[in-house]
């Protein structure tokens, strides 16, 4: 490394003297690596996080701010000045439950797990399988016809590592059976919720937080209010199965959407897997290529 630089800066003072570049050694190379790991972690965390929510909310007030200062609306920018210092300790607020999981994160061992060449080249799957949108599905309608209540949450991008800790740990394979035994009446599962990541349960008898939207309808239980005070705080998708009258019902961004039948539950699941997986995507080429070797084929005879 050392040998390359020398001939580097060899190369720019033989030709390059007009030019004024500055002199990079190996411990500048270093430390952007480490700035740029760095950089990139913090950006993970928030986008994993609801703090990610928070963050796109204070690129938009900086917009707003960059506008101003290219329109020299000094007014604006005094508001801005003044506010800078009450904005940090604010941050440091709204932030707190994030920043203190991201230093409980630093002392895993598995911390840098990974993060190996920045996850170049992973292949992507689907987030949840067709097998499990099925079993889910199968279990919701038929704790409906007996009006037992459910309330389970389906992660996707943000991860609900707060709300899981306030449960019983399971990691198990979700199946309509194990859904139907945990949400029993009188079993000692049933109460509260359960967060599903992927194809696995990881977690029961989890607490939500409850939704002050004053526009729910007043005879929606806590329940329900629950379901959809999960969906203001995350990307998360929540099914509820009503104890009172057996309606099944999601929620998902703020919303709650009432009376489900089969096929519209599985719709919602369905929505989760945004993207083909890379496996499917291979396969598909593969097929494309071997047809047009065929009808090269035919072409030819």
């Not at 440091?92 to 994160?105: D, G, S, Y």
Request: charged share 25%.
């Amino acid at each position: 490394m050392e040998h390359m630089l020398t001939r580097v800066s060899l190369f720019r003072d033989k030709y390059l003297t007009w030019i004024d570049l500055p002199v990079i050694t190996f411990v500048d190379i270093i430390e952007i690596i480490i700035i740029a790991f760095l950089f990139y972690t913090i950006l993970v965390w928030i986008k994993s996080t609801r703090a990610w929510m928070l963050f796109k909310g204070l690129m938009v007030i900086l917009a707003f701010f960059m506008l101003a200062a290219v329109f020299q609306m000094n007014t604006i920018l005094w508001l801005a000045e003044k506010a800078v210092n009450v904005g940090v300790i604010a941050i440091v607020v709204i932030f707190q439950p994030e920043m203190r999981r991201a230093l409980e994160q630093l002392g895993q061992k598995t911390f840098l797990k990974g993060f190996a060449v920045f996850n170049i080249g992973r292949e992507e799957t689907e987030k949840i399988s067709q097998k499990t949108i099925n079993e889910l599905v199968r279990a919701c309608f038929e704790m409906s016809k007996v009006k037992t209540g459910a309330l389970i949450v389906i992660e996707d991008n943000v991860v609900l590592s707060e709300y899981e800790r306030t449960g019983i740990a399971l990691d198990a394979v979700l199946t309509n059976q194990l859904l139907i035994n945990i949400f029993e009446k009188n079993t000692p599962l049933h109460d509260g919720a359960i967060i599903v990541r992927g194809d696995r349960i990881v977690s029961a008898t989890c607490y939500l937080p409850l939704s002050d939207n004053m526009e729910l309808s007043k005879e929606l239980g806590t329940r329900h209010r629950a379901a959809v005070g999960i969906s203001e705080v995350s990307d998360s998708l929540t099914i509820v199965v009503s104890e009172e009258n057996g309606r099944v019902s999601v929620a998902t961004g703020g919303r709650l959407i009432r009376e489900l039948d089969q096929e519209g539950l599985r719709g919602y699941l369905k929505s989760l897997n945004k993207y083909e997986p890379e496996n499917k995507r291979m396969g598909l080429l593969k097929r494309r290529l071997r047809n047009a070797k065929k009808d090269n084929k035919v072409d030819d005879e």
